[in-house]
Nanobody, 115 residues
Framework: QVQLVESGGGLVQPGGSLRLSCAAS????????MAWYRRAPGKQLELVAL???????NYADFVKGRFTISRINAENTVYLQMNDLKPEDTAVYLC?????????WGQGTQVTVSS
């Protein structure tokens, strides 16, 4: 299993920005795919953004143009830059890493968008 630790969540006003970090216990360059998911109260887990080891990136329609996923191999970290946040973005954001041998999750970080 890859150990994942998320950070960067918090309370922000609508229109504000946050940057989430996901620190991995091993080189992210070798991980097949890393992704951010979110779970809002009363809703199912949903994919937010994904980046593969070949730098292929996909975003959920509801974050396109607002969120950016990136990977810094030297830091073993994946980031999620979130801009123009909306109240409906309020959720626990979880980091996921998929390798040939494992599918790992972090504990999550809370993002609350409210005035």
């Amino acid at each position: 299993q890859v150990q994942l630790v998320e950070s960067g969540g918090g309370l922000v006003q609508p229109g504000g920005s946050l940057r989430l970090s996901c620190a991995a216990s091993e080189s992210v360059a070798g991980i097949n795919a890393m992704a951010w998911y979110r779970r809002a109260p009363g809703k199912q887990l949903e994919l937010v953004a994904l980046i593969t080891s070949r730098d292929s990136i996909n975003y959920a329609d509801f974050v396109k143009g607002r969120f950016t996923i990136s990977r810094i191999n030297a830091e073993n970290t994946v980031y999620l830059q979130m801009n123009d946040l909306k109240p409906e973005d309020t959720a626990v954001y979880l980091c996921n890493a998929v390798t040939v041998f494992s599918n790992s999750w972090g504990q999550g970080t809370q993002v609350t968008v409210s005035s």
